[in-house]
């Protein structure tokens, strides 16, 4: 029996997807959500910790080799920022949701991760206070109520891939900036701006057009200059 899963979002983890779908509502996008500490295990269940979101692709979201690069870009970031990967979010194109099967791209990303979790860089198997039983997480966006009146953060557990009891909490404090690596190609994550993970903050950012901002990996390859890593152009 699987233990109960309580999945807690800070402000750039619940934020950043929305926006992210919010600016490409008739497309499919895929991201990565990213944390301090992996997934903690006690006899009450699961706690999870997302404190950042990276937007990966809205266009090439068929293409595998778009979506192995982008990753190890984002991989390769959460070392230097003293992160990992948790999971991933995204949104079906068309205004679609609730679909029965995964996407295929996003269960490659899923097993993946799953594989990488259990061992380090050597081959050996890791020790961490982690569940044993714990796989990444996929969450799917409601993408038909991002609009400039939303009334709630629709951060949806995969069906097929939640527990029926997971719980999802949306913080009212920010992100704490995490100790960073110097480094002249990746530069530290920007922290929110004071501002919590509420229907309401989502609400002002669509209308002050803020989603317009976001980018991600597809935007990169098309402008190098695209800050799809940091997104510190948006102002959550």
């Known amino acids: 029996m699987s233990k109960p899963t309580k999945h807690h979002f800070h402000a750039h983890a619940a934020l950043i997807p929305l926006l992210h779908a919010a600016r490409y509502p008739h497309l499919s996008?895929?991201?990565c959500l990213l944390g301090s500490q992996p997934?903690?295990?006690?006899?009450k269940g699961i706690t999870i910790d997302y404190t950042h979101a990276i937007p990966l692709l809205h266009h090439w979201t068929g293409l595998n080799y778009a979506?192995?690069?982008?990753?190890?870009?984002?991989?390769?970031?959460?070392?230097?920022?003293?992160?990992?990967?948790?999971?991933?979010?995204?949104a079906r194109e068309g205004l679609q949701n609730k679909g029965v099967d995964l996407p295929i791209l996003i269960?490659?990303?899923?097993?993946?991760?799953?594989?990488?979790?259990?061992?380090?860089?050597?081959?050996k198997a890791k020790s961490t206070n982690a569940s044993e039983d714990y796989t990444p997480s996929i969450f799917e966006l409601d993408n038909k109520n991002l609009t400039s009146e939303t009334k709630a953060l629709n951060i949806l557990?995969?069906?097929?891939?939640?527990?029926?009891?997971?719980k999802i909490i949306f913080s009212s404090e920010t992100t704490q900036t995490p100790a960073s690596s110097e480094?002249?190609?990746?530069?530290?994550?920007?922290?929110?701006?004071g501002k919590s993970a509420s229907p309401t903050r989502l609400t002002e950012l669509i209308k002050t057009n803020q989603h317009l901002k976001v980018d991600d990996f597809?935007?990169?390859?098309?402008?190098?200059?695209?800050?799809?890593?940091?997104?510190?152009?948006?102002?959550?």
């Open 29 to 31: 996008v895929i991201g």
């Open 39 to 43: 997934p903690q295990s006690s006899e």
């Open 67 to 90: 979506l192995e690069m982008g990753l190890q870009l984002v991989e390769e970031y959460a070392l230097l920022q003293q992160l990992q990967i948790l999971g991933f979010y995204f």
């Open 107 to 123: 269960k490659r990303l899923q097993e993946q991760l799953l594989a990488q979790s259990k061992f380090d860089d050597k081959g």
């Open 157 to 166: 557990p995969f069906a097929s891939s939640a527990s029926s009891d997971a």
């Open 183 to 193: 480094s002249q190609s990746v530069k530290a994550a920007k922290a929110p701006t």
């Open 218 to 236: 597809d935007a990169h390859l098309e402008d190098i200059g695209a800050r799809w890593l940091e997104n510190e152009a948006v102002d959550l």
